[in-house]
């Protein structure tokens, strides 16, 4: 699995433009082939600053992904930003959930 995790932090004036662009594109980003989830937040102390994260099935759909229209609509979102977009591409071997955290709590005795 694929993860993408970006950084945008828009200029105050242009929030609204990030947030209507970041809409639009989740819906065909979602519907892309090898997909697995595609979510934007925005920073709870500084509304100005979005995450974007994608979780991809392989490589081959991620940089399907990053060679699309959409992805070159998110990359256009620059003149909209204070700095430059913060991107990071995390390559996962192994996933856990939440009965890995029962069992760390287990062990130290603590309450699940």
């Known amino acids: 699995m694929m993860i993408v995790r970006m950084i945008l932090n828009a200029y105050p004036e242009k929030h609204l433009e990030v947030l209507q ?30 995450t974007l994260l994608e979780e991809w099935e392989t490589r081959k759909d991620m940089d399907n992904h990053i060679q699309s229209l959409q992805f070159g609509v998110l990359l256009g979102t620059k003149t909209l930003l204070s700095e430059p977009p913060w991107i990071r591409i995390h390559t996962v071997s192994q996933t856990w959930g939440m009965e890995a ?5 287990r062990k130290k005795g603590l309450m699940v």
């Open 101 to 105: 955290v029962q069992a760390l709590r």
């Open 21 to 50: 662009t970041l809409l639009s594109l989740m819906e065909p980003m979602r519907k892309g082939p090898g997909c697995r989830s595609c979510c934007a937040f925005y920073d709870i102390d500084d509304k100005n600053r979005f």
